[in-house]
């Protein structure tokens, strides 16, 4: 497509119950990034993917949280386990891997009740 | 680690004035540095880029220059709009790395 795709775009989950978000990047991509904007607290890196490298996960908050990314295009972030402070928008950007800029999809806002 | 430092917001302006957004920076090596915006509803969006000291980014009439030596990169525009209206995120990118490392982000509301 001709821009970063992500769903759903609002999710309402209980406490403890899991959640997959998608991120469909853009084509020929190979670059692809999670971020987390909290009320307040800006951007908060979660986690990249770069072609077939193994990914850099050392922003992911706790073990409930996992990502994967098939093929080298659509990515899933999963959140186990919900908790209230996982209440946040998650945002997906991808890059080509020479670019030095990124490309964000519109977000999930994820509400944990 | 690296960081970045925003003004902090709401910084509200009358409609033709002149904006300046703080940024400063705190990074090992020699960062590219970036300044994106989200309008209200939408998703981040590149404003503007440099990648290297004395460098200029320009775009949209907004500027912002590299300045090594004060480690800043404040954002600037003559002649503000309404539709300037919006969150204004300063970033930076290692030179070894990929990731970008965000400020926390100013809002600006522009009065007609």
């Known amino acids: 497509g001709a821009g970063v795709s992500q769903s759903p775009s609002n999710k309402v989950t209980e406490k403890g119950k899991d959640v997959e978000l998608r991120c469909d990047p853009i084509?020929?991509?190979?670059?692809l990034y999670w971020y987390r904007q909290s009320l307040g607290q800006g951007l908060e890196f979660l986690i990249y993917f770069q072609g077939n490298s193994a990914p850099d996960k050392s922003g992911l908050p706790s073990d409930r949280f996992s990502a994967e990314r098939t093929g080298g295009s659509v990515s899933t972030l999963t959140i186990q386990r919900t908790q209230q402070e996982d209440s946040a928008v998650y945002l997906c950007a991808s890059s080509p891997v020479s670019d030095y800029g990124y490309t964000f999809g519109s977000g999930t806002r994820l509400t944990v009740v | 680690g690296d960081s970045v430092t925003q003004m902090e917001g709401p910084v509200t302006l009358s409609e033709e004035a002149f904006l300046t957004i703080n940024c400063t920076y705190t990074?090992?090596?020699?960062?590219?540095l970036f300044w994106y915006v989200q309008y209200p509803g939408e998703g981040l969006q590149l404003l503007l880029k440099?990648?290297?000291?004395?460098d200029k980014g320009s775009n949209k009439g907004f500027e912002a220059t590299y300045r090594k030596e004060t480690t800043s990169f404040h954002l600037e525009k003559g002649s503000v709009q309404v539709s300037d209206s919006a969150v204004y995120f300063c970033a930076l990118r290692e030179s070894s790395g990929d990731k970008l490392t965000f400020g926390t982000g100013t809002r600006l509301a522009v009065r007609p």
């Open positions: 084509s020929g991509h190979t670059a």
């Open positions: 440099a990648t290297k000291a004395d």
């Open positions: 990074a090992t090596g020699y960062p590219s």
